[in-house]
């Protein structure tokens, strides 16, 4: 890792701080559930990480919204910031810390953070002329703008980037040395910071021209809703400035009894790729601190082909999906059908597929079918017998459990790749193979009387027990809830339910498994009951 001072910090995972302009929708819940997922898998291995989201609530954006409801920015920004927690805790959202941008302790870090700049030479009075970005609060040059017609027909000026308006900004503001870091951002870059790789060439093409120094600064009599610069109350500092400075309020920062700073992973939508992988880096590498260690981006949602919009009523409300298709059905559908690097598309009639095809008819249905009481009297865990694979089944067999233990190492992989969507991709596989496994040697057929099928029977719902075992501890990050009922169903012990030193198929190995004889938990019906299919034109989504 690019960080020093360690040791004996836990990983600090994050999210971006969501802006209260506005109430949480299918793309906030996207940001927040990957990074808990990041988290969740951390401690499955037995890994110690912490895990920060919050929200952003100063700036020009936020105080508009505020003026044009007519409220009072601090009560306006407290009624939103609970609705992005309630939401949260809503979908199990496993946080250790929400940071608030209107806090003490951050407003706290953010002063400290800009004198620290100051002292050590990155901050200079200067004059901004340019464009200014409202809706993105983004500062931009005369090259990423261009003018268009509004739905009016009227000519405006927008960010090329995003399509949003922008208006012309002359004022004397702090600047920010940015221009001197370029060698060191690009050194950075240098340690593959960046997930999935189509990011990290953006950021890499953005540092072939030279920087311009970053206004971080606007004078209080165009924004009052912020923090005023340390030094000068005639300033308020940039509310990206102030809302990257999150990450370290998060951290504890500036408490002198912690080390400053350490190793971080941010979760973020590609939208604003340019503050995370330019900005934050920078800022942190003038205050003397180690820049970020990972930041994994992601793309969007769109609905039935569009983009989400206010004005198209289509944004697509979180709680009402949780109503539909459950908090677990929502977390799924989103992790299995979304993807870092390109943009998804949300629709009812997707999400039902998805949702009746892996989650109640292969995980469902498996689950049922070797925990039935007509083909699992006991209810246990029957042992394995060795010596009673029927030799025409040796391959299928041999097949079949190579791509069990292969299993692990290749969700490990496309989650820390950040490719969450490909690890679910191949749990579902697995759980069909395990399905047809189950249906060509059909249990229910082998004869209770005749030693060598009661033998194979058992080793067969053994065999397909353990994969459950692997599927339900596997899926604990994506929908915490599920697997939950799963392993409860098997009777997996608490202790158990880790990837950490847990030997999966051990009985295969001729090694002893605590797992044989295990008794199953109470049968609470119904794993994931399946999903009616809207008609036509009922409900949009
Ligand atoms: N408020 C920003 C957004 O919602 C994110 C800030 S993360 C430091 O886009």
């Not at 190793?263 to 601190?289: C, E, N, Q, S, V």
């Not at 999903?531 to 034109?537: A, F, G, H, M, P």
Request: include cysteine; charge should be neutral.
């Amino acid at each position: 890792g690019t960080g020093n001072s360690t040791g004996t910090r836990p990983h600090l995972i994050t999210t971006p701080i969501f802006y209260v302009n506005a109430a949480p929708h299918i793309g906030h819940v996207y940001s927040a559930l990957q990074a808990d997922v990041q988290h969740r898998y951390s401690a499955l291995c037995g890994e110690r990480s912490r895990f920060s989201t919050g929200t952003d609530e100063h700036g020009m954006k936020v105080q508009q919204a505020a003026f044009s409801l007519g409220l009072d920015p601090k009560e306006f920004c407290s009624s939103v910031s609970l609705k992005y927690q309630t939401m949260f805790n809503a979908l199990d959202i496993s946080y250790t810390d929400f940071v608030r941008t209107t806090e003490s302790r951050h407003i706290e870090a953010v002063n400290r953070f800009w004198m620290i700049l100051e002292e050590r030479g990155y901050i200079y009075k200067g004059t901004y002329e340019g464009w200014y970005c409202t809706s993105d609060e983004a500062f931009l040059s005369e090259g990423q703008t261009a003018e268009r017609c509004n739905s009016e027909g009227k000519k405006i000026r927008v960010s090329l980037e995003s399509g949003h308006q922008v208006h012309w900004v002359s004022e004397e503001n702090y600047m920010f040395r940015l221009s001197s870091l370029r060698p060191d951002l690009l050194q950075w870059l240098q340690t593959d910071p960046i997930h999935p790789s189509v990011f990290h060439r953006v950021v890499s093409h953005w540092l072939e021209e030279e920087l311009p120094d970053l206004s971080v600064s606007r004078q209080r009599s165009c924004l009052t809703w912020g923090i005023p610069v340390p030094s000068d109350s005639s300033h308020v500092i940039y509310v990206w400035l102030d809302a990257l400075v999150n990450y370290l309020t998060a951290a504890g920062y500036p408490d002198p009894n912690l080390a400053p700073w350490g190793p971080a992973t941010h979760l973020l939508g590609k939208d604003i790729l340019r503050f995370h992988a330019i900005y934050w880096p920078a800022f942190l590498i003038a205050a003397g601190l180690p820049p970020p260690q990972k930041l994994l981006v992601h793309s969007h949602w769109t609905c039935g082909g569009t983009k989400m919009s206010k004005s198209l009523k289509n944004v697509v409300d979180p709680a009402e999906c949780i109503r539909r298709y459950t908090k677990d059905g929502l977390r799924y559908f989103l992790l299995r059908h979304g993807a870092a690097e390109r943009d998804c598309d949300f629709t009812h009639n997707t999400v039902c597929t998805l949702l009746n095809s892996e989650l109640a008819d292969a995980l469902g249905g498996l689950l049922n079918r070797c925990t039935a009481s007509n083909i699992n009297p006991m209810q246990h865990f029957p042992h394995y017998h060795h010596e009673s694979v029927p030799t025409t089944t040796h391959d299928q067999l041999h097949s079949l459990l190579k791509n069990l233990q292969k299993l692990p190492a290749e969700v490990d992989h496309w989650i820390r790749k950040f490719q969450v969507n490909k690890a679910l991709e191949s749990i579902d596989a697995n759980i069909r193979r395990s399905n047809s496994f189950f249906q060509s040697q059909a249990p229910w057929k082998l004869q209770k009387g005749v030693e060598k099928e009661a033998c194979w029977k058992d080793s067969v719902l053994y065999l397909t027990l353990e994969s459950l075992r692997l599927y339900a501890t596997l899926l604990l990050p994506a929908v915490p809830e599920l697997a939950t009922v799963a392993l409860d169903r098997l009777g997996v012990p608490p202790n158990k339910r880790t990837l950490k030193g847990n030997s999966f198929f051990a009985a295969t190995r001729g090694e002893s498994c605590s797992f044989q004889g295990q008794i199953f938990g109470p049968d609470r019906g119904l794993l994931f009951p399946r999903l009616e299919r809207s008609k036509k034109n009922t409900v949009r989504i």
